[in-house]
């Protein structure tokens, strides 16, 4: 029917030893990098919400002019 899963501890030691080893191998930003990468995705977003207002307001006059 359903299997059960083998909880012992020294499973649960293994998986923590292998999350913290995956820990270790990550490499995180400096300062300017999260800098430089935090303005491009701010500038990004506001630059598409201005295509997105613009093309709204073009799709609105367009409409009215229709009705």
Known sequence: ???KKD???ALKRSWFQEL???FSKITWPGKSQLARETAV???SAIVLGGII???DW???LGLQ???
């Open 1 to 3: 029917m359903s299997e």
């Open 7 to 9: 909880t012992s501890p």
């Open 20 to 22: 913290k080893a995956e």
């Open 41 to 43: 995705v701010l500038v």
């Open 53 to 55: 207002v613009v093309v």
């Open 58 to 60: 073009l799709l609105n």
């Open 65 to 67: 002019y229709l009705w």
